[in-house]
């Protein structure tokens, strides 16, 4: 027995010897990684989508319009008191497409887009005015309305945004041209002319420009989502300033 617990602690002895003078093996890993892939989707390349947008839109009618009522609609009269309109307010939705070209530089990515919206977006204003002689009493009526709509707007816009795993976060700016209509009434009664109602309406070409701000997400393949936020300025002898959300779809190819 004796023997026996000899010859094991010599051959442990052996054993922690040989073991420490062996070189030490690569550990074999298999298909795990050292952590998840923070990998950026590559943006680079031409792309197209569709997109709708829903805003609100304010319109600054005055002073222009109110000098046409007053001027050209109906005669003012010694007995009228015409009221100002006021800033023009209405919220609206529309629809459109967009295509760009995307430039990638590691995370940083460039590009050019052509954006259009067309939009059913009409701001009222509205006014009536009442003039009383020194007995008190009612002598005359006035009432004007304006109606400025922005139909269509197409921009060309310069992006720049930082790719962030499938998420592309971009800021733009751009100008553009659009078409705005603008619905002119104005009424007086009693009135010195005739007729005693008003009615006028014109288009014309404008020009403007926007900016803001929005994220690209990388669905599947090519596949994207759009989120955006946009300010719209469009200058004319009427002002319209349209504040937007916009979700859209998108291909990149």
């Not at 009615?199 to 989120?227: E, I, P, Q, T």
Request: net charge neutral; proline share 4%.
């Amino acid at each position: 027995m004796r023997g026996l617990l000899l010859a094991a602690a010599m051959l442990g002895t052996v054993s922690a010897a040989h073991a420490a003078d062996m070189p030490d093996l690569p550990i074999l890993r298999g298909s795990f990684t050292d952590g998840l892939s923070n990998s950026s989707v590559n943006w680079q390349g031409y792309y197209v989508g569709g997109q709708g947008e829903y805003g609100a839109i304010t319109s600054k009618v005055a002073p222009g319009i109110n000098s046409d009522i007053q001027s050209t609609f109906v005669s003012p009269g010694p007995a009228y008191n015409w009221q100002p309109l006021a800033f023009a307010h209405s919220n609206s939705a529309g629809y459109g497409a967009f295509a760009g070209y995307n430039g990638q530089w590691d995370d940083v990515v460039l590009g050019i887009e052509a954006n259009y919206i067309h939009g059913g977006f009409k701001s009222t204003s509205n006014s009536v005015g009442q003039t009383f002689n020194n007995f008190n009493v009612l002598v005359a009526t006035t009432a004007t309305s304006a109606v400025v709509g922005v139909s269509d707007f197409g921009s060309l816009r310069a992006r720049a945004g930082y790719a962030w795993g499938c998420f592309l976060p971009y800021a733009f700016i751009g100008g553009g041209v659009g078409s705005q209509t603008v619905e002119r009434y104005a009424s007086a009664s009693p009135s010195p002319v005739l007729p005693a109602t008003t009615f006028a309406s014109k288009s014309k070409l404008v020009y403007g420009y926007s900016a803001g701000l929005g994220v690209d997400v990388m669905v599947v393949g090519g596949l994207f989502l759009r989120a955006e936020y946009e300010y719209q300025r469009v200058t004319s002898d009427i002002e319209s300033n349209v504040n937007s959300v916009r979700a859209g779809l998108g291909y990149k190819f």
